[in-house]
């Protein structure tokens, strides 16, 4: 367990926002900008932010606490397919060729709808 700006984030939530900042860009240019892991950290995440990525992560995990058993994915891989997943990237658990368990978690991640991030004008990052 990690705790950053108060936060106690396991190892789900860590690298789902790993893996938020790496798809996520600063909108810095017309071409959407930097990754915004090229300059921000989580520590650089607001903790209004890292609790509802937590509290999504939770629920989430307790939700599909089987499914995520049976898919054999680590907790790593997994908070990072969550964020692509809800996000509807080119990527995540339904293409990780874990069958119906990847449809599975696709299915139930869909509805936590799409999440966002953006650098607030106090350079740290914001959800929406």
């Given at each position: 367990?990690?705790?950053?700006?108060?936060?106690a984030?396991?190892?789900?939530?860590?690298?789902?926002?790993?893996?938020?900042?790496?798809?996520?860009?600063?909108d810095?240019?017309?071409?959407?900008?930097?990754?915004?892991?090229?300059?921000?950290?989580?520590?650089?995440?607001?903790?209004?932010?890292?609790?509802?990525?937590?509290?999504?992560?939770?629920?989430?995990?307790?939700?599909?606490?089987?499914?995520?058993?049976?898919s054999?994915?680590?907790?790593?891989?997994?908070?990072?397919?969550?964020?692509?997943?809800?996000?509807?990237?080119?990527?995540?658990?339904?293409?990780?060729?874990l069958?119906?368990?990847?449809?599975?978690?696709?299915?139930?991640?869909?509805?936590?709808?799409?999440?966002?991030?953006?650098?607030?004008?106090?350079q740290k990052i914001?959800?929406?």
């Amino acid at each position: 367990m990690r705790t950053i700006n108060g936060i106690a984030l396991d190892t789900f939530t860590e690298h789902y926002a790993i893996c938020a900042l790496w798809s996520s860009t600063d909108d810095s240019n017309d071409q959407g900008g930097q990754p915004l892991d090229a300059n921000y950290g989580l520590d650089d995440i607001t903790a209004e932010t890292l609790q509802r990525m937590a509290a999504d992560c939770a629920d989430f995990q307790k939700a599909c606490a089987q499914l995520l058993v049976e898919s054999g994915q680590s907790a790593e891989q997994s908070g990072h397919d969550f964020w692509l997943t809800r996000n509807r990237h080119g990527a995540g658990f339904w293409d990780r060729g874990l069958g119906k368990v990847g449809k599975d978690l696709t299915d139930m991640a869909h509805p936590y709808g799409e999440c966002n991030l953006y650098v607030g004008d106090d350079q740290k990052i914001h959800a929406y």
